[in-house]
């Protein structure tokens, strides 16, 4: 019966296949499509009116008329639609949000999740990823063996009655299709508690005694936690002995790489396959097309009006955006979306880089918010991940978490300089000789941080300490950031974070 489901389901993935061919060929079309559909939309909302969305017929007038917006600009509006207003910024009473906490920031995020953004942006990129993983992996059984996705969790707020606010993730599940519920484990209740710690645990009891786990998805930090916990009850020394049938990991939220050799012992197969998405608060935006190359495809026709913010208009109120059709490969660039979920030019955050444009695929390289520019570097969270796994794999090292952040001058004749927090899974045999690679490594990756370095002049070379293991899950801990969407920052131009998790070493 199984095996019948998952050809049924092979067949679909085909013809969605189909679909996703058609618009990586024209994605522009695919574009200008979604963009006259959101404006239509949205021309009766109070956000519609006050841009006299009615008279907006080209992209060129929607970019002159409507202003880049940051989650503060919307705070107000969204709050309203919170409390059942309707109409304010997306037709209708939206019930659902999802809530981002950030990683440079206490404050919350909460996201509108209209059903149509649901099903037509976030769901449907899930249906495009598994076309696109099916496509790549044609012996691929999701729809044969179980599925386990580790998501947040919702709840009902006392001030707003009539709303549920939670991780996207956990929208996702408590909406995930009939089809996906017959091969999902463990139950919902059990994934959909707000306590992640006694989540983990019994998610843990739970799926070591199962052996038909095909497919699993998450944050690498919280899945590796997981995976160790199910390891130790277990007493098996991989996750192949415990789950047989594995076969591909989805996974988001943080760059990879400083993972992969952790899942490389924790799966040692050549035949499992990894596939990136990125499924933000705000839409699900990407996924990889083709396995063999670490870029993802831009999910075009997604219910999202993408344009892109050059760095140089970054800091500028009103920023001159490019479509896609005008982007460069090789250029860094901030998302700007206009969604079906009421986002109007908004800037979640994201930096890109396109690596290709037939079809258009990117990496993310990091945040507008998470970077090193101390001294003119301009050292972004891409650069220190391929920086620290070229670093990894010359001196045979793990690493499992890390921080980093810019050593200022102190006084006459001092330098400045980088310094990173590591916890090894794997340490060095060296840790001074690691460290030099690792400055050299993110010289050869950035070419200002080079001439920074060049002869000492500006920068000292970068500084290195090492904490146990565990020492990051306790800051994440303390400071209310244990759970599924919270991430480490990776880098800050401030020196907070460091100086806080050193003091968690040994606590």
Same mark, same amino acid.
């Given at each position: ?21 058609? &618009? ?13 559909? %959101? ?72 996201? =509108? ?16 990823? #598994?076309?696109?993983? &099916?496509?790549?992996? =044609? ?10 996705? @580790? ?25 995930? =299709?009939?089809?996906?519920? #017959? ?7 059990? @994934? ?10 019994? %998610? ?20 590796? @936690? ?15 002995? /415990? ?33 990136? /998405? ?10 990889? $097309?083709? *396995? ?19 760095? !140089? ?46 079809? &258009? ?30 670093? $990894?794999?010359?001196?045979? +090292? ?37 460290? !030099? ?7 050869? %990756? ?15 070379? *970068? ?27 990776? *880098? +800050?131009?401030?020196?907070?974070? @460091?100086? !806080? ?7």
């Amino acid at each position: 019966m199984k095996w019948l489901v998952n050809e049924a389901v092979k067949q679909y993935l085909h013809l969605r296949m189909k679909r996703i061919e058609r &618009y990586m060929m024209r994605p522009e079309e695919a574009q200008e499509r979604w963009l006259r559909k %959101i404006i239509d939309r949205g021309r009766n909302t109070e956000f519609g009116k006050r841009y006299d969305f009615k008279s907006i017929s080209t992209n060129e007038t929607f970019r002159a008329r409507i202003p880049a917006h940051e989650y503060d600009d919307l705070k107000a509006d969204i709050n309203r639609m919170m409390h059942g207003e309707k109409d304010v910024l997306w037709p209708g009473e939206v019930n659902w949000y999802s809530k981002s906490s950030g990683t440079t920031s206490d404050r919350s995020k909460y996201i =509108p999740v209209p059903y149509g953004n649901l099903f037509n942006c976030h769901i449907a990129g899930v249906w495009d990823s #598994m076309a696109l993983l &099916y496509a790549n992996k =044609p012996d691929m059984a999701a729809f044969k063996y179980k599925n386990l996705v @580790v998501p947040g969790s919702y709840q009902s707020l006392a001030d707003y009655p009539k709303t549920k606010v939670g991780d996207v993730s956990a929208i996702l599940v408590q909406h995930m =299709p009939t089809i996906g519920r #017959m091969f999902y484990t463990p139950d919902f209740d059990v @994934v959909l508690q707000p306590n992640f710690e006694e989540k983990l645990q019994k %998610i843990a009891e739970i799926t070591s005694k199962q052996n038909d786990i095909g497919l699993f998805g998450g944050v690498p930090t919280w899945l590796i @936690v997981l995976f160790r916990l199910i390891l130790e009850k277990t007493g098996k020394s991989n996750m192949l002995e /415990v789950w047989p049938n594995l076969q591909a990991y989805m996974h988001g939220g943080v760059g990879f790489e400083p993972y992969r050799d952790t899942f490389k012992q924790l799966i040692p197969s050549d035949s499992f396959v990894y596939q990136e /998405v990125y499924n933000a608060s705000e839409g699900f935006f990407g996924a990889q $097309c083709d *396995l063999g190359k670490n870029d993802m495809l831009l999910l075009a026709n997604n219910g999202v009006f993408y344009e892109f913010v050059p760095m !140089e208009e970054w800091d500028e109120e009103h920023p001159k955006t490019k479509l896609l059709s005008e982007v460069e490969v090789g250029q860094v660039y901030a998302v700007m979306i206009s969604c079906n979920n009421g986002l109007w030019r908004y800037l979640p955050g994201d930096t890109i880089v396109f690596t290709r444009k037939q079809p &258009y695929c990117f990496q993310i390289v990091g945040r507008t918010q998470q970077f090193i520019n101390a001294f003119g570097e301009e050292v972004m969270v891409g650069d220190t991940d391929k920086a620290l796994v070229d670093a $990894c794999r010359q001196m045979n +090292a793990v690493v499992s978490e890390y921080t980093a952040a810019p050593v200022y001058f102190h006084g006459e004749g001092s330098r400045g300089g980088h310094e990173w927090i590591i916890e090894f899974d794997q340490a060095p045999a060296d840790l001074e000789k690691f460290k !030099e690679v690792l400055d050299q490594s993110l010289q050869r %990756i950035n070419s200002d941080y080079e001439a920074k370095r060049y002869k000492s002049l500006a920068l000292d070379q *970068l500084r290195l300490r090492a904490v146990p293991r565990g020492t990051f899950l306790r800051w994440m801990r303390a400071r209310g950031k244990f759970g599924n969407q919270n991430k480490v920052p990776r *880098l +800050a131009n401030h020196r907070r974070f @460091v100086e !806080e998790v050193v003091r968690y070493q040994f606590e």
